[in-house]
T-cell receptor, first 114, second 113 residues
Framework: SQQGEEDPQALSIQEGENATMNCSYKTSINNLQWYRQNSGRGLVHLILIRSNEREKHSGRLRVTLDTSKKSSSLLITASRAADTASYFCATDGAGGTSYGKLTFGQGTILTVHP | GAGVSQSPSNKVTEKGKDVELRCDPISGHTALYWYRQSLGQGLEFLIYFQGNSAPDKSGLPSDRFSAERTGGSVSTLTIQRTQQEDSAVYLC???????????FGPGTRLLVL
């Protein structure tokens, strides 16, 4: 079963605009990661934020984490057509365990129009 | 190797047949994971191997599913007596011991007719 939910389920924007995706989860975590998937195939790791961090940046990506609300957001700035993909949040450490069994959200399908 | 590889890329089988899916992790990665992605259930954890420790099989959906990892490297996921609901993309990932980031293979798309 899924750890949490992502919102929106689908997002359609124009190139150059920012895209924001949200993720909620249910249990305590050690960290939260965001992955990207193209065409229903392999996932690519984007960024990891630990439970004691509130914000993290990597290039055009900005991730926030609010453990009190059990939620995270992924912001992609100045989007490009090549950013079109599905984006998933994944939590590690549900129930206090520390190994890498990931529990994924449902994903957000992002479409960036040129 | 350069990345995680999986074979076959696609597999079509008939209901009731057994299938074997293979995963070659990144060289030196001690942790290996199998996940399943289907339309109805999203991405689900199946099984996790870490070094020589006993695998965590808590995500396997039934006793028709099994997996092994030989020599701490290559892993095979076996589905016996396949059912139509087994149709999904099966993803393998690996990671270094103690590292949280997982590196995924391209997946095997299984279709059970």
């Amino acid at each position: 079963s899924q750890q949490g939910e992502e919102d929106p389920q689908a997002l359609s924007i124009q190139e150059g605009e920012n895209a924001t995706m949200n993720c909620s989860y249910k249990t305590s975590i050690n960290n939260l990661q965001w992955y990207r998937q193209n065409s229903g195939r392999g996932l690519v790791h984007l960024i990891l934020i630990r439970s004691n961090e509130r914000e993290k940046h990597s290039g055009r990506l900005r991730v926030t984490l609010d453990t009190s609300k059990k939620s995270s957001s992924l912001l992609i700035t100045a989007s490009r057509a090549a950013d079109t993909a599905s984006y998933f949040c994944a939590t590690d450490g549900a129930g206090g365990t520390s190994y890498g069994k990931l529990t994924f959200g449902q994903g957000t399908i992002l479409t960036v129009h040129p | 190797g350069a990345g995680v590889s999986q074979s076959p890329s696609n597999k079509v089988t008939e209901k009731g047949k057994d299938v074997e899916l293979r995963c070659d992790p990144i060289s030196g990665h001690t942790a290996l994971y199998w996940y399943r992605q289907s339309l109805g259930q999203g991405l689900e954890f199946l099984i996790y191997f870490q070094g020589n420790s006993a695998p965590d099989k808590s995500g396997l959906p039934s006793d028709r599913f099994s997996a092994e990892r030989t020599g701490g490297s290559v892993s095979t996921l076996t589905i016996q007596r396949t059912q139509q609901e087994d149709s999904a993309v099966y993803l393998c990932a690996s990671s270094l011991r103690g590292e949280q980031t997982q590196y995924f293979g391209p997946g095997t798309r299984l279709l059970v007719l």
